[in-house]
Nanobody
Framework: QVQLVESGGGSVQAGGSLRLSCVAS????????MAWFRQAPGKEREGVAN???????SYVDSVKGRFTISKDNAKNTLDLQMNNLNPEDTATYYC?????????????????WGQGTQVTVSS
């Protein structure tokens, strides 16, 4: 049984930082695309960052230079370091595991999802 469990969300002021973590079980991060998505109230869920099996990363334009995705294959964990946060980053953040080793931001490619962790950024 696959399980993805996120942690690390919270409330910060604009300009602050947060680090999200995701622990995966039942799926191996070393062989799959792993990603972070987010969903703000009234908006569609969007891909934020992904990392493929070899470790190549990709980011949505709005977070480039501020967010960093990383994974620890030995621990089967996925992290998202978020710096210089702004109110537009407020959302529920989800960890997701893809069906294969290559990456995309297409939601249907991701077979497993965590329950989400809330990030709130105040101005």
């Amino acid at each position: 049984q696959v399980q993805l469990v996120e942690s690390g969300g919270g409330s910060v002021q604009a300009g602050g930082s947060l680090r999200l973590s995701c622990v995966a079980s039942g799926v191996t991060s070393s062989s799959r695309c792993m990603a972070w998505f987010r969903q703000a109230p009234g908006k569609e869920r969007e891909g934020v960052a992904n990392i493929d099996a070899p470790g190549r990363t990709s980011y949505v334009d709005s977070v480039k230079g501020r967010f960093t995705i990383s994974k620890d294959n030995a621990k089967n964990t996925l992290d998202l370091q978020m710096n210089n946060l702004n109110p537009e980053d407020t959302a529920t953040y989800y960890c997701a595991a893809g069906r294969g080793g290559g990456c995309t931001f297409t939601r249907t490619y991701f077979a497993w999802w965590g329950q989400g962790t809330q990030v709130t950024v105040s101005s």
